[in-house]
């Protein structure tokens, strides 16, 4: 009897070897995963392709300076109402002074394309690009590698009780211990992908400054206006500079004149 648990044990530990480690395969980002297809094809009756689905989408739109605030308020109310979420935000200022808004939303799978159509009622898109990826086969590899894990925790266990020494128990302990590791990386891979599913994602580029262009007259106003404020920013710094030396030379030449004065 002991020398069967043995060989089943060393039979075990052959198997588990031999499985490529799981601990090494990283969170592949679903968006660029062209090899997701050539993954393992086993199949299962709850899946089928195309039950896995994941939407990204990256837009820009241009707008005047005086509608920039007004449309990102808009764009925000409008997240609000399909019950998503803002996970980044940025903005920055350009050499011209014009504003970029940057937001990175989640939404509802279900009602992305709805929240796409209803942000062009707000503004339309210069451009966007929404891309469809399915991970269906991806999500099935990892169903399959966690039945296989699964099923072999079950026959350790049952070695596990059968044990007769101490040394037999630690070494299955050891191969226990390993295996729910590996159960709990796939658990967590399987969610991230089914997260991934149910909220797709969208990036805006939000700008300022459209229909400015040689031949409108705002081009000319904001032009004008930027030169105003530098040239005022210039003779603001000049007066702080040169006004405490002015009144510094002007009392030297007060104080010289006096002293002239005394001896003459």
């Known amino acids: 009897m002991k020398k069967s648990l043995i060989i089943l044990i060393i039979l075990l530990v052959a198997c588990g070897g031999s499985q490529e480690s799981i601990s090494d395969m990283s969170y592949q980002e679903p968006f660029i995963s062209d090899s997701i297809q050539e993954m393992s094809t086993s199949r299962s009756m709850d899946l089928s392709s195309g039950d896995y689905i994941i939407k990204t989408a990256f837009g820009t739109i241009e707008v005047s300076s005086s509608n920039f605030q007004n449309t990102i308020n808009e764009f925000e109310i409008l997240i609000l109402t399909y019950k998503g979420s803002i996970s980044n935000t940025y903005l920055s200022t350009n050499y011209q002074g014009l504003q970029s808004y940057t937001v990175t939303v989640n939404v509802p799978a279900e009602q992305f394309d709805e929240f796409i159509s209803d942000i062009e009622e707000i503004s339309e898109f210069k451009n966007i690009n929404i891309n469809a990826n399915d991970v269906t086969t991806y999500v099935l590899n990892i169903d399959s ?39 709990e990386i796939l658990k967590d891979q399987k969610e991230f992908y089914e997260t991934s599913v149910n909220y797709s994602t969208l990036s805006l580029e939000i700008r300022e400054g459209a229909g400015i262009s040689l031949f409108s007259w705002n081009y000319y106003v904001e032009r004008a206006l930027n030169w105003l404020e530098s040239i005022i920013g210039y003779l603001v710094s000049i007066s702080i500079v040169g006004i405490p030396i002015a009144i510094f030379i002007y009392s030297l030449r007060i104080f010289s004149n006096k002293r ?4 003459s």
């Open 145 to 183: 590698r966690l039945n296989a894990l699964i099923n072999e925790k079950q026959d350790l266990e049952e070695i596990k009780s059968d044990a007769l020494s101490t040394s037999e128990k630690l070494e299955v302990q050891s191969q226990l211990r390993y295996i729910n590791q590996e159960i």
């Open 260 to 263: 002239n004065n005394i001896k």
